[in-house]
T-cell receptor, first 115, second 107 residues
Framework: EAQVTQNPRYLITVTGKKLTVTCSQNMNHEYMSWYRQDPGLGLRQIYYSMNVEVTDKGDVPEGYKVSRKEKRNFPLILESPSPNQTSLYFC??????????????FGQGTRLTVV | TQLLEQSPQFLSIQEGENLTVYCNSSSVFSSLQWYRQEPGEGPVLLVTVVTGGEVKKLKRLTFQFGDARKDSSLHITAAQPGDTGLYLCAGGVRMRFGAGTRLTVKP
């Protein structure tokens, strides 16, 4: 079954304690992306990856890091979480249809609370 | 500032009514996608439109891409409670999303 798996689903942590949210896809997609979702703001892109070892900042990258050492995995790293990073996070694996039509497949989400 | 503006932000209607939600931009897109998201879940792709003026139908849902490829609309005929959710549009190779329309269909 084609899927995007995020872990953990829920996480409560304290300010400054490094954490990693994992994301794995089994669809062999080259493109992957991380978003955060806050009320009234929709999905805002944090980071984007076009292939292994190729990543780029999205619209809200401050306070986040990513790595793409293998095609299937795209972890999101918060080196020193702060309360303003409390949010719902989604990982997406993206299929390109033709040359210009991307279609995203999302994980179940990670609800992060930083206290 | 959202690259894609969606309206209305909230919509509450009775079962059986028709509705249209909009996704507008000042930019031209090579394609636009529509997604539906239910509480506690990730967004799920409904449709991709790629040609200006294109109309696609998915059962009671009709999607239209503007002639200039700057806007799109989603029309739902005879809405049902199962249509309740957050409807999101997305555009561009980098997949930027609008803020969404939260639809509630009351029985």
């Amino acid at each position: 079954e084609a899927q995007v798996t995020q872990n953990p689903r829920y996480l409560i942590t304290v300010t400054g304690k490094k954490l990693t949210v994992t994301c794995s896809q089994n669809m062999n997609h080259e493109y992957m992306s991380w978003y955060r979702q806050d009320p009234g703001l929709g999905l805002r892109q944090i980071y984007y990856s076009m292939n292994v070892e190729v990543t780029d900042k999205g619209d809200v990258p401050e306070g986040y890091k990513v790595s793409r050492k293998e095609k299937r995995n795209f972890p999101l790293i918060l080196e020193s979480p702060s309360p303003n990073q409390t949010s719902l996070y989604f990982c997406a694996s993206i299929r390109l249809v033709g040359t210009k039509a991307p279609e995203a497949f999302f994980g179940q989400g990670t609800r992060l609370t930083v206290v | 500032t959202q690259l894609l503006e969606q309206s209305p932000q909230f919509l509450s209607i009775q079962e059986g009514e028709n509705l249209t939600v909009y996704c507008n931009s000042s930019s031209v897109f090579s394609s636009l996608q529509w997604y539906r998201q239910e509480p506690g879940e990730g967004p799920v792709l409904l449709v991709t439109v790629v040609t200006g003026g294109e109309v696609k139908k998915l059962k009671r849902l009709t999607f239209q891409f503007g002639d200039a490829r700057k806007d799109s609309s989603l029309h739902i005929t005879a809405a049902q409670p199962g249509d309740t959710g957050l409807y999101l549009c997305a555009g561009g190779v980098r997949m930027r999303f609008g803020a969404g329309t939260r639809l509630t269909v009351k029985p």
